[in-house]
């Protein structure tokens, strides 16, 4: 899959991270999370996952030494790419100025609303945009934040292609019998997919797990309809705080009533009490919170 046009080739992508490091006086680091994606195929499946075209507006989480930016930026119309990394945004604008559709944005991606990432200063932006992609390598330590950042973001965007823990995207695509709050909370808004495993060696330094590249597709509507999304998971983070105790026993724990107040609610939305919450589906946690929604409202 390695294009030599763009010289992306295993070994020429990790001499490259290399010298740029040298170049720059960096080293990846650790309290970042900073692993550096050094395999051109990889770096591939990526981009043809997220199905670009020169209308889409990228907005790319942790660009890092801009190998993936550049691909980016080759196939999309706009790439917004957002870097804590004070040295590495600088060398970004290095780097990437020979493209004139990239912002470098040197911040906090959880401290920027995305609907005020799309009024960046820009030059060939369309004029009213509808949706934008999200691409990222994700640091591991913030992968569930920035995903909420984004799938509970008034702006949403119409799709997410990530890479993050191997196991972190199983949790996520999870089918009932195997959920957790993780995968609950973005299958709310998407349904995932795991588009491919990566090796921890296609990264410079080699982290001590293996990855995945998950893609998001977005609904227009959250999959089951719930007024209020704070309250109800409220209510699923209840269901497991005791995920391996019965669903009764957790939800009374979590909520801190007793047992005897939750097990007619349970009843009501016709879930048996003995089930754990990895069991219940998305309609089910929906009816659970209806139930208790109506409760609320007479106490």
Known sequence: ???????????????????????F??????????????????????????????????????????????????????VIAIELDDKLAALLR????????????????????PEALLNQP?????????????????????????LRHFLEASAK?????????????????????????????????????IISYVPAQCFYPAPEVDSAILRINLYPQPAVAVDDEDSFFSLVRAGFTAPRKQIGNSLAQGLGRAKGE???????????????AETLTLGEWARLWRVFTRLKGKE
């Open 1 to 23: 899959m390695a294009d030599k046009r763009y010289n992306l080739k295993s070994g020429s992508l990790l001499a490259q991270t290399k010298r740029l490091l040298r170049h």
């Open 25 to 78: 006086d960096l080293r990846a680091r650790k309290g970042l999370g900073q692993h550096f994606l050094v395999d051109g195929e990889v770096l591939q499946l990526i981009a043809s996952a997220a199905e670009l075209t020169p209308a889409d507006v990228i907005v790319e989480v942790g660009p890092g030494l801009g190998v993936l930016t550049k691909e980016l930026a080759r196939q999309a119309g706009w």
């Open 94 to 113: 290095q780097t990437l100025a020979p493209f004139d559709n990239v912002t470098i944005i040197n911040d906090d991606v959880l401290k920027i609303e």
């Open 122 to 146: 820009k030059a060939r932006f369309p004029q009213a945009i509808n949706s934008y992609k999200v691409v990222a390598n994700l640091p591991y330590y913030i992968t569930s934040p920035v």
């Open 157 to 193: 965007p119409q799709t997410m292609i990530v890479m993050v823990q191997k196991e972190v995207a199983e949790a996520i695509v999870a089918k009932p019998g195997q959920m957790s709050l993780l995968s609950v909370s973005v299958q709310l808004y998407g349904e995932p997919r």
């Open 262 to 276: 939750v097990l007619p609610l349970l009843e009501r939305a016709n879930i048996a009490s003995q089930r754990r």
